[in-house]
């Protein structure tokens, strides 16, 4: 497919559509807050690893990612966001998930972007591959902190 075609069948992202996916995310961060299910984060990190996953399939990754951050009010405009973690910021308790913790779940994401079949569940590859620490500590191993 050429790239005026390509460009013909893009079809814009309306803030209202982004609103609802940031709400439905926020849903599933509640819903894991309130179970005391142990593996509970996974069902949310894989609603915000398919989100951005389909944003980047769309080469909008950076734009919508920039777009929620404006939207929930986090949103300077001084650097180029990460799409996980800026995923991660605008659906997720701030009190709860501190710097430090949205950093490690979004090397997990990324680790899961390069490395993760498309047809193996989230969850399954994160415990395949050691669980949540040991993914974040490969991403920094293998693809490094300057990617």
Aim: aromatic share 14%.
């Amino acid at each position: 497919m050429s790239f005026h075609k390509r460009a013909e069948l893009d079809i814009e992202f309306s803030p209202e559509a982004l609103k609802a996916n940031l709400l439905r995310l926020e849903s599933e961060w509640g819903d894991y807050q309130s179970s005391r299910y142990r593996d509970g984060i996974y069902a949310y990190l894989t609603a915000v690893f398919e989100l951005t996953m389909w944003w980047k399939h769309e080469r909008k990754d950076g734009e919508y990612a920039r777009r929620a951050l404006w939207l929930k009010g986090h949103w300077s405009g001084t650097t180029t966001p990460e799409p996980f973690a800026s995923v991660i910021l605008c659906t997720a308790d701030r009190t709860i998930v501190d710097d430090k913790a949205r950093s490690k779940w979004s090397r997990v994401l990324r680790y899961a972007a390069e490395y993760k079949d498309f047809d193996e569940p989230l969850q399954c590859f994160i415990k395949r591959k050691g669980g949540i620490n040991r993914c974040a500590a490969e991403y920094t191993r293998r693809l490094g902190r300057s990617r």
